[in-house]
């Protein structure tokens, strides 16, 4: 109610570790995030405004603001950078939403073992160059890695360059470890374990507040930027897969149909009336690349060392940043991610014959639970729900497995099903279910239906 908000701001505005943000441009500001690559999230999510925002300084002041709203009912609803695509970060109902950005410190890196603990605001850019410094880096990475928070990621993305090595987030081996805050009147700070933390991968900020993360990374490498130009899409597709199935280092291995080329900035290599591959490989693979592409008869450019400081590599083209290319060139297109069948070209032809020029092809190879396989990040020309439900059937009938970004659930951007120990998690971390309300699937329903997986009746306590 406006009442407890009133005693809540007031309560919180004796704190020194807290900084409240109350003007209209911030609450603006900070109730959005990347939604409206969305048409269909769009008007849902324009019109939600946070009542308040607070800057936590320390983990102290964190434990001070989840016990205000602890104990007068109020929503919180955690940001890092807000770059998400999904309004992860967008507080459904109002109330206080939390940025971590103060909260950016590297704490430690253990030399033996690359184990990294960093606080979640800490940016990725940030994070990536004191591993760097030390002969490490990320493993996975988003497109937004320049700007994103670590807790952002861990908490609302899924992957992104270093997949095709590296797999997905929420595999097992990337998070082995986390402090949270829950949210009660009386706060307690949990140190996790790899198994436990698990709960709190991909959550969006529903169960818990992580304060720390335990990080797996990997040996730095000198990435070597390559493109090759391929003249047809079967066989640009063929050496996408020798590629990602050879004896190479890969950090990223990206196709794009030729009309995608037309909408990249004029930096991002020669233009071409041909479908592209762009490669990031550890320096000792060059040559095996340049052997495979003179193989299928392709133009191969060499790039050269990646510069990481200039926003205008091979990374800065993929994942999401096509997507993000194309809209700034006509917003009347967004996208969807889907794994593709096997084999893949049957179903990508079946498709494209079907949506003709609405369905651009890009492509990501990914290690999916192990294999190498193909996810499409395909733009789609935006004309009404109809057609993109229509689209999104089409795609499941010829066996590809969607993620939906034009959702809100956790659950429902994923494979659709509840996973009972987030569920459990944040009736044990946030009892009142005041954390990111509306986006956890399974908690409604463990709430109105005491026998769903997740619900305390069922789960391991
Ligand atoms: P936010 O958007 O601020 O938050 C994400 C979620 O994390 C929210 O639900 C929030 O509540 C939760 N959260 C934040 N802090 C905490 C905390 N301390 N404790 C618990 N929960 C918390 N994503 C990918 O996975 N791969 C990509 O390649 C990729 N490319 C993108 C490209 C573009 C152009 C755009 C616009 C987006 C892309 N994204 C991608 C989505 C997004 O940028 C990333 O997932 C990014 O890592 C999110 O970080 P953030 O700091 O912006 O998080």
Redesign the pocket.
């Known amino acids: 109610s406006t009442e407890s908000l009133t005693t809540l701001a007031a309560e919180l505005a004796t704190a020194d570790d807290l900084e409240l943000l109350q003007g209209a441009a911030d609450l603006q500001r900070y109730s959005k ?2 939604y409206d ?1 969305s048409p269909i999230l769009q008007p849902q999510l324009e019109s939600c405004r946070a009542d308040l925002v607070v800057r936590p300084l320390t983990v102290a002041g964190v434990e001070r603001l989840a016990a205000a709203c602890g104990r007068h009912g109020v929503p919180l ?9 999904y309004g ?2 967008v507080p459904l109902e109002g109330g206080v939403v939390m940025l ?1 950005g103060a909260l950016r410190e590297v704490e430690h890196l253990d030399p033996s073992t690359g184990v990294v603990m960093v606080q ?1 605001g800490c940016l ?1 850019r940030d994070l990536d160059q004191h591993l760097r410094a030390h002969g490490r880096q990320l493993r996975l990475l ?3 890695w320049r ?3 670590i ?3 861990l ?7 270093g997949s095709i090595r590296w797999g997905f987030l929420r595999d097992p081996g990337h998070l082995l470890g986390a402090e949270l805050i829950t949210v009660e009147r009386e706060p307690r700070r949990l140190q996790l374990d790899a198994t436990e933390a698990e709960a ?1 991968n991909h959550a ?2 529903t169960n ?4 720390r993360l335990q990080l797996a990374t990997a040996p730095a490498v000198n990435w070597h930027q390559i493109s090759i130009d391929v003249e047809t899409w079967g066989a640009a597709v063929a050496l996408l897969q020798r590629c990602t199935r050879s004896a190479v280092e890969l950090h990223l291995a990206t196709l794009l149909e030729r009309s995608v080329l037309q909408c990249l900035p004029a930096w991002s290599g020669p233009e071409s009336d041909r479908h592209r591959l762009l490669l990031l490989v550890a320096p000792d693979g060059v040559s095996t690349l340049a052997r495979l592409a003179a193989a299928s008869g392709a133009v191969l450019h060499d790039l050269g060392p990646e510069d990481l400081g200039g926003g205008q590599g091979l990374r800065d083209l993929s ?3 096509t ?2 290319h194309k809209r700034s060139e006509d917003a009347g297109w967004t996208y969807l991610q889907m794994l593709l069948p096997e084999p893949e070209l049957p179903a990508m032809e079946q498709l494209k014959q079907r949506w003709g020029d609405a369905l651009l092809w890009h492509l990501e190879g990914v290690r999916q639970q192990g294999a190498a396989r193909l996810a499409a990040l395909p733009l789609v020309r935006w004309s009404s729900t109809e057609q993109l439900d229509a689209l999104m059937r089409d795609c499941r009938e010829v066996g590809a497995v969607l993620f939906n970004p034009h959702v809100i659930t956790v659950e429902d951007g994923g494979l659709g099903v509840v996973d009972g120990d987030q569920v459990a998690a944040k009736h044990r971390y946030d009892p009142e279910g005041l954390l ?1 309300p509306g ?1 956890l699937r399974g908690w409604l329903e463990s709430i109105s239906s005491p026998g769903c997986p997740g619900s305390p009746h069922l789960s391991r306590g």
């Open positions: 995030d990347a690559y609803t955690l940001r890092g950078s807000g770059t998400g695509n992860q970060s971590s979640p990725m988003p497109s937004t700007s994103a928070s807790g952002g990621f908490a609302g993305g899924s992957g992104g360059i709190l969006y900020g818990g507040i992580l304060t994942w999401n940043h997507t993000l990111n986006k």
